[in-house]
Nanobody
């Protein structure tokens, strides 16, 4: 079992930055691939970024590539999402997720946090 708790959401202006954090706990958390997802109002949850257990491999959705950076600190059981050049379309609830092998498909992620709201104003 892996428990995930996100933090760091809030209100940002267009062009601004936010850093999301995800605290992971559980026996296998340090060996799990981690990911970030977003769900905008009225839309399905979408994949944003993933990182393998060692941090040596990352993958990004085209919509955030070059603006968002995922990282992890296994010693602290933390995963981060640095978000730069935010746009109003980045507004949504951001979720941290964990699974054995990273995937762009939400159905293949086993554990989820409760989400944190990010609102970007124009």
């Amino acid at each position: 079992q892996v428990e995930l708790v996100e933090s760091g959401g809030g209100l940002a202006q267009a062009g601004g930055s936010l850093r999301l954090s995800c605290a992971a706990s559980g026996r296998t958390s340090s060996r799990s691939a981690m990911g970030w997802f977003r769900q905008a109002p009225g839309k399905e949850r979408e994949f944003l970024a993933s990182i393998n257990w060692s941090g040596s491999s990352t993958y990004y959705a085209n919509s955030v590539k070059g603006r968002f950076t995922i990282s992890r600190d296994n010693a602290k059981n933390m995963v981060y999402l640095q978000m730069n050049t935010l746009q109003p379309e980045d507004t949504g609830v951001y979720y941290c997720a964990a699974t054995e092998r990273a995937s762009i498909y939400t159905t293949e992620w086993k554990y989820w946090g409760q989400g944190t709201q990010v609102t970007v104003s124009s």
